[in-house]
């Protein structure tokens, strides 16, 4: 019964848009390239013709825009053939995303909604399938019933990736998925995402997801009086379970938190102090960041040198700003100290990105053509409304744009919830 409704299931989904979500979202950086071609040629002349333009592309025509006149700037006064190179990776990087955006916005508009939800459900389906076949091999390589319990330890999460890069992206995606099958009133599929989600012991995009989770549930949802108390109780007896199953987790939690009290920030907290005070060190500065690539991205990272090993070493720029800056929060001298990896020290962070990049300016170009006219366009789906605030909380952990992950099923559930909107109100009226 069961793989029948799996099978189901994928034959009413849209298999162009499945293979290429699939595709775009794994981890080897280059084989996410191939996802845009293929597209094109699966989706056909029909849809191409019925392009849809968004606000979202305002916004990525704007930061295109704007990366490639400070190049322009930038070269005319310290012309660099190293920063030309990395600049046009980082431009290119978002061309991409602005294509994504007109792709995944164009098919959800073309076909029915059903094949939508379907491709939707068999992601969910799959990933669910690989990610406890990962805690399944844990348990046999570590011959332990629970594998944070055994010599790999609080790490064991990091194993629980499902079909996406990292442990980290399958956290933040399957809250997105969880909103979606709550408000839907899938309790069994949510139920799985929950358990997924504390699986791969993601503890900062955990802590952010249950505070806006509780938050929005419970001030802002008009779910009855009933069903948040259960939920609530719900949520009290899966962090109680949580602390029994992965103890180390929780404990590191209160070492970093306490930390903080100590006087001794984070990483990632020092990183946004550095934000701030660059961006307030002058008035070029806050209205218009530094240039892609030259403060804070995961462009300036790759180009840095100590990031990943692809990067031409002969290529190897970084700003001095973002050198005596972000770099030295997080380089090879740093992570060579056991633990020091954490969320909690990672300086990655789309308000980084924004602000010290693209000033002040980006960042009111992203509040207005990103969340506002999302959220303007959302009214009605309590689910989209809720991963809009998962979404700019989950902003603060890394540099998403440059992923092709979180962002794609961000903009793919919004896009859903705008066309469910107006199919509303056809029936409406």
């Known amino acids: 019964m069961l793989k029948s409704k799996v099978i189901e299931i994928y034959k009413l989904s849209y298999k162009p848009l499945l ?75 978002w061309f991409l995303c602005l294509i994504n955006n007109i792709i995944t916005t ?10 939508t939800k379907a491709t939707i459900d068999i992601i969910f389906i799959i990933n669910a399938i690989v990610s406890f076949l990962q805690l399944f091999i844990l348990m046999i390589e570590y011959k332990a019933i629970n594998p944070f319990s055994s010599e790999v330890g609080m790490s064991a999460g990091d194993a629980i990736t499902g079909i996406f890069a990292n442990s980290s992206v399958n ?85 970093i938190s306490s930390t903080v009290v100590e006087d001794v920030p984070p990483r990632k907290l ?34 840095g040198g100590e990031y990943v090993s692809w990067y031409p070493p002969y290529l190897v720029r970084r700003s001095h700003q973002f050198n005596n800056n972000h770099f030295q929060l997080w380089n090879y001298d740093i992570l060579s100290t056991p633990f020091f990896d954490g969320t909690a020290n990672q300086p990655f962070s789309i308000y980084n990105q924004l602000l010290g990049e693209y000033g002040f300016i980006g960042l ?13 366009k959302l009214m009605g789906r309590n689910y989209a409304r809720l991963m809009l605030f998962l979404g700019l909380g989950f902003m603060f952990l890394d540099y998403w744009y440059e992923y092709f992950s979180v962002m794609i099923f961000l903009e793919l559930f919004f896009n859903l919830a705008i066309m469910e909107n107006k199919k509303a109100q056809i029936v409406r009226f």
Do not use: C
């Open 171 to 255: 956290m933040v995606i399957l809250s997105l998925f969880f909103s979606f099958y709550l408000f839907k009133k899938e309790n069994f599929k949510a139920v799985v995402t929950i358990i997924i989600i504390l699986l791969t012991t993601y503890m900062s995009g955990i802590l952010i997801f249950g505070a806006i989770f509780s938050f929005y549930f419970l001030l802002i949802s008009k779910f009855s009086i009933t069903k948040k108390i259960v939920l609530l109780f719900s949520l009290i007896a899966l962090s109680t379970l949580f602390y029994f199953v992965s103890k180390d987790n929780v404990e590191y939690v209160v070492n």
């Open 19 to 93: 293979f290429y979500i699939i595709i775009l979202t794994q981890g080897i950086f280059f084989l996410k390239f191939i996802a845009f071609p293929l597209i094109a040629i699966f989706i056909g002349k029909k849809v191409i013709k019925e392009i849809k333009i968004t606000n979202q592309v305002i916004f990525y025509t704007f930061i295109i825009i704007y990366s490639t006149f400070f190049v322009f700037i930038y070269s005319v006064f310290d012309f660099s053939i190293k920063y030309l190179v990395a600049a046009f990776l980082g431009i290119f990087i």
């Open 364 to 376: 009111i170009f992203f509040i207005i053509f990103y969340v506002r006219l999302f959220y303007k």
């Open 106 to 115: 164009t098919i959800i508009s073309n076909i029915h909604l059903k094949r």
């Open 270 to 303: 020092t990183s946004f102090q550095q934000t701030l005070a660059f961006s307030s060190s002058s008035y070029s500065n806050f209205f218009f960041g530094n240039g892609i690539g030259n403060f804070s991205s995961r462009l300036a990272y790759i180009a």
